[in-house]
């Protein structure tokens, strides 16, 4: 065979392996939000329309999570329903479980926002796209995304408070009297003041029948006569001294002469 025509036979062989029917890959996709809602309430939930093309290795079991987030490259967050509320983060097996044994299917995911979440930013648009997660907590596919307004919640304005009403006094219960226990008396230091010559004791006065006082005139009397012998005690004990005084000089001279 000519060399050429060996040439030409390879040409064509390698022609029809690039114009053969090449395998194509599955599709996952996000098609809508039920109803088409502009702006959602940070509450409320929306309904994704979902659909899979090019299914193979039948069949395949995938579990399905919605999720949020502000921006692409931040934080994801959302809830599913699986018959009750999942947060994103939850184990994998307890989003919404998925079963295919076609090679296309579609359904709907119910989800809602997390506003309690860290990747939760404020009213504002956000992006939406469901993760399939297959046999593992890291997801094995995504949609592409969707748009959505979401807003926050509103902040409580603070409600002026009441002032607070003026208590009534309570009566107040008698209290049990109580005798007073005994004060213990005040201790008396005497205080002496020194004197400097006895005072003589008063005489009781005795009044007569005709009011006069007997105790006066006593003790006048007394003393009158006290007096009368008190002058010449003095006169005569002045008199014995000054005898005895000279009594001493005479007899200290006459033993200085004989001497």
């Not at 979440?117 to 939406?128: C, P």
Request: proline fraction near 10%; include cysteine; charged fraction near 15%.
């Amino acid at each position: 065979m000519p060399k050429r025509i060996k040439l030409l036979i390879f040409s064509g062989i390698l022609w029809l392996g690039m114009i053969a029917p090449v395998k194509a890959a599955m599709e996952f996709k996000l098609d809508g939000i039920e109803n088409n809602p502009a702006t959602i309430n940070f509450d409320q939930e929306i309904k994704l329309n979902y659909s899979f093309f090019g299914v193979t290795s039948l069949p395949k079991t995938y579990y399905l999570a919605g999720v949020f987030q502000k921006e692409a490259g931040s934080n994801y967050f959302g809830f599913t329903w699986n018959n009750s509320w999942y947060k994103y983060g939850d184990d994998y097996t307890n989003f919404f479980k998925l079963e295919i044994n076609q090679s296309s299917a579609s359904g709907i995911l119910t989800v809602k926002p997390d506003v309690d979440s860290g990747g939760f930013k404020g009213t504002g648009s956000y992006l939406v796209k469901i993760y399939r997660y297959c046999s593992s907590q890291s997801s094995c596919g995504e949609t592409n995304t969707l748009s959505v307004n979401i807003t926050a919640p509103s902040s409580p304005s603070p409600s002026p408070s009441p002032s607070p009403s003026p208590a009534a006094d309570p009566s107040p219960s008698p209290s049990p009297s109580s005798s007073p226990l005994p004060s213990s008396p005040p201790s008396l230091k005497p205080k002496i003041s020194p004197s400097l010559s006895p005072s003589p004791l008063a005489e009781p006065e005795i009044t007569t029948a005709s009011g006069e006082i007997l105790g006066t005139e006593t003790a006048t009397a007394a003393s009158k006569t006290k007096n009368k012998f008190l002058v010449p005690g003095i006169l005569i004990a002045s008199g014995l001294i000054l005898l005895a005084t000279s009594t001493i000089l005479f007899y200290n001279q006459r033993h200085g002469q004989k001497a």
